[in-house]
T-cell receptor, first 115, second 117 residues
Framework: DVKVTQSSRYLVKRTGEKVFLECVQD?????MFWYRQDPGLGLRLIYF???????EKGDIPEGYSVSREKKERFSLILESASTNQTSMYLC??????????????FGPGTRLLVL | AQKITQTQPGMFVQEKEAVTLDCTYD???????LFWYKQPSSGEMIFLIY??????QNATEGRYSLNFQKARKSANLVISASQLGDSAMYFC??????????????FGTGTSLTVIP
């Protein structure tokens, strides 16, 4: 059973704080993703990584950075949190090889509130 | 242009009735995959069903079926015999040809389904 875990379910931070969201997957997947989810906007891709130390910008990378030092761990960093980064953050992973119909596997999500 | 369009922000259905959630997509790739996910209020994303662009038959998984109309670029989800536990957000997603960006998924804005007892 694929498992994707995220470090926190709920997080409250102050404006200007540096925030780390951690994601760990246990299935040796090459690809990992960070999305943010907002009502009426669906899931928007922030960053993804297809290998250790490799990263690609998604649709909304501004204000975020990522780190992938180990294959199983993908971190999302808010360098200086702002109130417009209050959102639900979802991490996902997927294998490189395998059937085209292989789904992404999602973590439980982190609800971040920036005050 | 939006890759995935879900035009129904909210839907209501009577318990035990069938409901169709709409999804249209935009791609020029001949090879792609279409997915539906369910997201209950708890927040986790649950994979429901997959349809490949070359699949001849509509995908089915239990009470879920995907009405795939390739020429119209639509991939509607049909839920038969709705249950109260089906109340959730539903997302349509697409994956294009594998490659550098082939592992990216494009998501729609979602449809909130409420099942009425």
């Amino acid at each position: 059973d694929v498992k994707v875990t995220q470090s926190s379910r709920y997080l409250v931070k102050r404006t200007g704080e540096k925030v780390f969201l951690e994601c760990v997957q246990d299935m040796d997947h090459e690809n990992m993703f960070w999305y943010r989810q907002d009502p009426g906007l669906g899931l928007r891709l922030i960053y993804f990584s297809y290998d250790v130390k490799m990263k690609e910008k998604g649709d909304i990378p501004e204000g975020y950075s990522v780190s992938r030092e180990k294959k199983e761990r993908f971190s999302l960093i808010l360098e200086s949190a702002s109130t417009n980064q209050t959102s639900m953050y979802l991490c996902a992973s997927s294998p490189d090889a395998g059937p085209f119909g292989e789904t992404q596997y999602f973590g439980p999500g982190t609800r971040l509130l920036v005050l | 242009a939006q890759k995935i369009t879900q035009t129904q922000p909210g839907m209501f259905v009577q318990e035990k009735e069938a409901v169709t959630l709409d999804c249209t997509y935009d791609t020029s790739d001949p090879s792609y995959g279409l997915f539906w996910y369910k997201q209950p209020s708890s927040g986790e994303m649950i994979f429901l069903i997959y349809q490949g662009s070359y699949d001849q038959q509509n995908a089915t998984e239990g009470r879920y079926s995907l009405n795939f109309q390739k020429a119209r670029k639509s991939a509607n989800l049909v839920i038969s015999a709705s249950q109260l536990g089906d109340s959730a957000m539903y997302f349509c997603a697409m994956r294009e040809t594998p490659g550098n960006t082939g592992n990216q998924f494009y998501f729609g804005t979602g449809t909130s389904l409420t099942v009425i007892p």
